[in-house]
């Protein structure tokens, strides 16, 4: 059964909280960072526990402290989010729209 878009709302604006008070402090800073090419996806492949998600979390408090802009974090590690089907991938886009209403084009990063 797939998951209520309301439940992915909620699940996403905690997620969300959670992020915004997320002590930088416990991350290990790497020297690396990401090229993004506007209007595609960018994509961190490697080994397990290899640092993956340490280094979209930099990189993603890094963007928002740099510049204000729309954005929607969703990490499907959340329990919450098991009944989520790959058909409501547009559901994400749905939400991050919704909540940035004043905004154009929110950017979405998914762990």
Known sequence: MAISEEKLKEVIFDQQAE???LDDEIFIPRETSLVEIP???S????VRRAGKSTLLMQ?????IRREH???TYVNFVDERLASFQASQLN??????VESSANFS???VFIF
């Open 19 to 21: 992020l915004r008070y």
């Open 91 to 96: 559901d994400i886009v749905k939400v991050s």
């Open 105 to 107: 084009e929110p950017r």
């Open 69 to 71: 802009f729309p954005w």
């Open 59 to 63: 990189h993603l408090k890094n963007e």
């Open 39 to 41: 209007s595609l996806a």
């Open 43 to 46: 994509i961190v492949i490697g």
